[in-house]
């Protein structure tokens, strides 16, 4: 007995969430076994850092998936209500904002955002308040895609500070031969300059 018939509508939107799933769930990974000055810490010249990924997604979801599609989130973003989410707020920890306080606004997100798309489905109206006047009409369908990009892409960024933090690799790196890193630089070291 083969697979059930679904809609194509229904059959894109579970694979987009179990994309998105993947993804909130890789990057939640990362902050396991860690300190909560590593997962603060900014390891980049931008200053990117664990928690601030984890707090600027519930953003995302919470925008998007959220207020753009007439389903306000049900709590409160403090860096949104006073506008300094447009000064990076949303992309570290305050001293006083906990990781559970955090990672449990994040999972609140992505349930709100699992329910909207549950009950309004792809071909929702979108409204985007802060784009240009002539894009903001949009779809919930391309809010979606949108951000499973911004969290794949976040949670890439999440594995490469974990790896700067203690040398901990995505799951799909954790058995490198040996000399992997040593032939890479042997190939870059051909093209170094004089």
Sequence with gaps: ?????????????????????????????????????????????????LLGLVKHLSGIEFGYLGDCVGRPAPVVLPWVEDGSVWANADMWATADQTRDYLVGLYRTACAHSDRSIRVLGLAAP??????????????????????VAETAQHAGHADIVRELIDGRAGNDLDDLPPDYVTNIQAAADTHRPS
């Design 1 to 49: 007995m083969g697979e059930p018939v679904r809609d194509s509508e229904s059959g894109v939107a579970d694979d987009l969430l179990r994309y998105l799933w993947e993804s909130r769930l890789r990057l939640l990974s990362r902050l396991d076994g860690l300190s909560e000055y590593d997962i603060r810490r900014p390891l980049t010249p931008t200053g990117t850092n």
């Design 126 to 147: 979108a409204t985007v308040s802060w784009w240009p006047a002539d894009r903001r009409n949009t779809t919930l369908g391309s809010l979606l895609v949108r951000v």
